[in-house]
Structures are given as structure tokens and as C-alpha cells.
């Protein structure tokens, strides 16, 4: 997954979209990148490995002038953790630069890679979202924004883009809307994020979203809309339950209340009466634990404190040894817990071995009896469309059942909520959603990207 931002029409374009990135920091750790249009016409940029506050340096930033800048936080679900794989991808072709910031995943890139490579192409990375770039490219079309929709025309899958040709900046969402992409003001600027939050943080207002099948094109001769025909709205619905931030608008709705409709929904299909106290695995499922407590009228308490300063470059602990890596991240309140029977609430269980950590961490702090509720259904599928999830083999619910699953985990119950439940608790639910990795029902066919051995080791 990843998060994306763009500025059009600012003097300090890099420095604002260096701080969007920041608040889009949840959605991708491990790159991050900026390149920025000076008023000479020259692209520059820069793209660091790790979080945006370890690998960006105001001294970093400086370099990168001018009234036009796009950025970019990677998660990789297509292509390896290496330099070359992070974005903004900068490229010049005969008529100047060309630079592209894309969130989420396309499932026939390595056909369209494959077509390109045999009329010469050649590919500086393993992503899939280079193959929009060469496509960009080869378009005999004049104006950026048709350039763009016919490189769009040609791909399948999800993807909300940012693109710098010339000094123009572009803004798009695939047919179906996979990904969320926001429009803001700032001034007489404009400012593009992938969530709300990432307008907060630079002082900018909401404007609208970019529509599914849209691309919005600014430049000196102002601001163009071009549809595209659409598809049925596949909206990720995964954005609600856990990625986005809960102070984020997505879709057009607020995830804050997304999560405490979807907890106060798991508290009347999923209840547990007999319980003393609900508390939340933060951060993710805080607010639906809110929801769970408030349907329920259990007390919410603050029973598992996470660890914030971790970062991603803490020294992994062995595999095998499961706790000692749920520990670093997280630790009971004894004072809370001994005694206690108890409600933990997350927002979903992927691999279950975070979850089985944390269920031994509550016990060991006393807790007399465990009790799982789960904000979304069983994930049996991957995600071909950008969130990183593993294979079914590693997808826990994908390979047992739910008592089988309470077992392994080791709560004293465990209780999911419906898809019905889901869909019905989001905003604008329940039709227009993917829900493909609870369900199964894959909008698209599955995808034959690959991944391809990187040029440059990880740096
Ligand atoms: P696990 O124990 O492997 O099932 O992990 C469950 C935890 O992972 C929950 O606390 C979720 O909030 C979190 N989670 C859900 N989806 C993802 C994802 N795509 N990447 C990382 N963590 C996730």
C-alpha cells in the first residue's frame, strides 16, 4: 500500500508535500520520496529507503524548488524493498520528464511489460507501476491529461495516481475507485493526498474527491476534468476496517465513524455479556473498540500500551520467538487486567501470530478469561488490489475455522463479524465496496505480476 500527495501552484511545493507525507506515513514505511518541478521547467527529486523523518533531511528537501511537487510512501505489495522500487519514478522522454507517484496494485502489468519489452522497452525497476510511465510515453497524444488516460486505458487493476508532465500535475482514480484520492485548497493552490488527514496537516481545505475514472489536470491554464468510462465502484473496504487514519475522510466518509459503527455492529452480532471491560489492540481498532463499549455498555479501558518509538529498524527478534516480538511492540496494564474477563477488540487477524502473542501477554497479566471480537469477517484471500496481505497459505482463517482459530489463538472465544454486518456499517455501504480478500469475489482476475531480482541491493 501506499499513500500519496501533490501540491500545483505553491512557492514552498516540496516543503508542503515533505510534511504530507508525514501524515500519509501509515500507509507505506518503507520509502519515501519527493520530486519537485522548478519554474526553469527542471524536474528533480529525491527517494530515501525508511520513514520519511529517518531517510528526509530539511537538506534533502531544500534542493527541490518550484510551485509543483509530488510525493510518495511505499509499502511494497508489487515488486521488492529496494531504492530502485521506490517512488516518485522520474523519467525523461522526448518531450521532458515525466514523474509518477501510484497507490495500488495493477493485475496485468507483467502482460503490458512484456508487450513493452518486445518493442524495446526497457525497465529500471520491478514495480508494476513503471509500465504506466512507458505507456505514458508512447502515447502520440498531445494534451497530459489524455496521455495519461491512454496509458490508464491499457491497464487493469487499482491504481490512484499523481503525475508531473511538464509543469502540469495530474490526478487520477482507476475505473473503479479502488483507492481513495482527495482534492484540497490551499490559497490559490491546489493540493492532491490520499487521505484527508495529509490536507489537515498543510493547512489545506477539502475540495472534492477525484471521482472514480477521472483525471484532474492542473496548470497555467487552469483546472481540467476528463472522465473516463468507469467500471462498477470497487471501493477497498479494508481502507475503513484498518488502513486509513481514523481522522481521515475516505470515500467520501469519516473512517472515525466507520470503525465505531463497525465495533457497535460486532457488539450486536458478536456480544459477550458476562464480560468486566472491552479495551482496544491500538492503534488501529481503537475506535471500533469505542463502538463495542458504547453498544455493549461494557467499560472501555486502556488495558495493552503500544510502543510508538519502535520505527521499522528494531532489531527483529528470531522467528520463531513470537512474544519477545509482540513485546517490543506492546505491553498489558496488570492493574487493569488481573482478575478481569475481558473483550479484546481488533480490527482483524491476518497470520494470527500477533494475535496469539498479545492473547498470551493479557493472560500472563491475569486476565481470568480472553475474549476475541474481530471488526471485520475472516480474511481468507489475499489482496491483489494493494494491501499487503500474505498467501492463503499463510491467511489463518484461510486454512481453519473459527473454533479451530480460537484454539491456535488461545482465547477463551473468539467471535468475527458478518460480511452482511460489514458492508452495512461502512459509509455508503453496502453496495459499491471490494471486499474480495473476506468473500472471495475478486473484481478482477487474479494478476500476473511477478517480481523480478532487483538491480541494486536494498540501501
Ligand atoms: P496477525 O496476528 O498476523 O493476525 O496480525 C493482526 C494484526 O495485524 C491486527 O492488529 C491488525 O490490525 C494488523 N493488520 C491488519 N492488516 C495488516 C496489514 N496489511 N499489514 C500489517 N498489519 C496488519
Given amino acids: 500500500m501506499c499513500g500519496i500527495f501533490g501540491v500545483w501552484g505553491h512557492q514552498r511545493a516540496a516543503a508542503l508535500t515533505h510534511l504530507g507525507l508525514y501524515s500519509l506515513q501509515h500507509r507505506g514505511q518503507e520509502s519515501?520520496?519527493?520530486?519537485?518541478?522548478?519554474?526553469?521547467?527542471?524536474?528533480?527529486?529525491?527517494?530515501k529507503m525508511g520513514l520519511v523523518s529517518e531517510g528526509f533531511a530539511a537538506a534533502d528537501v531544500s534542493p527541490l524548488h518550484g510551485p509543483v511537487a509530488i510525493g510518495h510512501t511505499r509499502y511494497s505489495t508489487a515488486g521488492s524493498s529496494t531504492i530502485d522500487n521506490a517512488q516518485p519514478v522520474l523519467a525523461r522522454f522526448r518531450e521532458g520528464h515525466l514523474a509518477l507517484a501510484h497507490n495500488g496494485n495493477l493485475v496485468n502489468a507483467l502482460e503490458v511489460r512484456r508487450e513493452l519489452e518486445d518493442r524495446g522497452s526497457i525497465f529500471s525497476?520491478?514495480?508494476?507501476?513503471?509500465?504506466?510511465?512507458?505507456?505514458?510515453?508512447?502515447?502520440?497524444?498531445?494534451?497530459?491529461?489524455?496521455?495519461?488516460a491512454d496509458a490508464m486505458a491499457k491497464v487493469e487493476g487499482a491504481s490512484s495516481l499523481l503525475v508531473l508532465i511538464g509543469s502540469t500535475l495530474l490526478a487520477a482514480r482507476d475505473p473503479r475507485g479502488w483507492r481513495p484520492l482527495v482534492m484540497g485548497r490551499l490559497g490559490d493552490a491546489w493540493v492532491f493526498a490520499s487521505e484527508t488527514c495529509a490536507l489537515d496537516i498543510v493547512g489545506a481545505t477539502v475540495e472534492r474527491e477525484v471521482l472514480p475514472g477521472e483525471i484532474i489536470a492542473v496548470d497555467r491554464d487552469g483546472v481540467r476534468s476528463l472522465q473516463m468510462p468507469t467500471l462498477p465502484l470497487t471501493r477497498c473496504v479494508f481502507e475503513h476496517v484498518y488502513f486509513a487514519r481514523p481522522d481521515s475522510y475516505v470515500f467520501g466518509g469519516s473512517v472515525d465513524r466507520a470503525r465505531r459503527a463497525l465495533g457497535?455492529?460486532?457488539?450486536?452480532?458478536?456480544?459477550?455479556?458476562?464480560?468486566?471491560?472491552v479495551f482496544a489492540v491500538p492503534d488501529s481498532s481503537n475506535s471500533a473498540a469505542v463502538g463495542y463499549a458504547e453498544e455493549s455498555g461494557l467499560r472501555l479501558e486502556l488495558a495493552l500500551i503500544r510502543n510508538h518509538y519502535v520505527g521499522r529498524t528494531f532489531i527483529q527478534p528470531s522467528q520463531g520467538d513470537r512474544d519477545a516480538k509482540v513485546k517490543v511492540k506492546y505491553n498489558p496494564v496488570r492493574e487493569v487486567l488481573a482478575g478481569k474477563s475481558v473483550v479484546m477488540?481488533?480490527?482483524s487477524i491476518v497470520r494470527g501470530t500477533t494475535t496469539r502473542g498479545l492473547v498470551a501477554l493479557i493472560r500472563a497479566?491475569?486476565?481470568?478469561?480472553?475474549?476475541?471480537?474481530?471488526?471485520?469477517?475472516?480474511?481468507?484471500?489475499?489482496?491483489?488490489?494493494?494491501?499487503?496481505?500474505?498467501?492463503?497459505?499463510?491467511?489463518?482463517?484461510?486454512?481453519?475455522?473459527?473454533?479451530?482459530?480460537?484454539?491456535?489463538?488461545?482465547?477463551?472465544?473468539?467471535?468475527?463479524?458478518?460480511?452482511?454486518?460489514?458492508?452495512?456499517?461502512?459509509?455508503?455501504?453496502?453496495?459499491?465496496?471490494?471486499?474480495?480478500?473476506?468473500?472471495?469475489?475478486?473484481?478482477?482476475?487474479?494478476?500476473?505480476?511477478?517480481?523480478?531480482t532487483p538491480l541494486v541491493a536494498a540501501k
Fill in 365 to 452: 497479566a491475569g486476565a481470568r478469561e480472553v475474549h476475541m471480537r474481530v471488526s471485520s469477517p475472516p480474511i481468507t484471500g489475499p489482496c491483489y488490489y494493494g494491501i499487503d496481505t500474505p498467501s492463503k497459505e499463510e491467511l489463518i482463517a484461510a486454512n481453519y475455522t473459527v473454533p479451530e482459530i480460537a484454539r491456535r489463538i488461545g482465547v477463551d472465544s473468539l467471535g468475527y463479524l458478518s460480511l452482511e454486518g460489514m458492508l452495512a456499517a461502512v459509509p455508503d455501504g453496502p453496495k459499491g465496496f471490494c471486499h474480495a480478500c473476506f468473500s472471495g469475489e475478486y473484481p478482477t482476475a487474479p494478476p500476473t505480476t511477478a517480481d523480478r
Fill in 32 to 47: 519515501a520520496g519527493i520530486v519537485a518541478v522548478a519554474p526553469d521547467g527542471v524536474a528533480r527529486g529525491v527517494r
Fill in 125 to 148: 525497476s520491478s514495480m508494476d507501476s513503471e509500465v504506466l510511465v512507458h505507456l505514458m510515453a508512447r502515447s502520440s497524444a498531445v494534451k497530459p491529461e489524455h496521455r495519461l
Fill in 345 to 347: 477488540v481488533d480490527d
Fill in 264 to 277: 457497535r455492529q460486532l457488539a450486536r452480532e458478536q456480544p459477550c455479556p458476562g464480560a468486566d471491560l
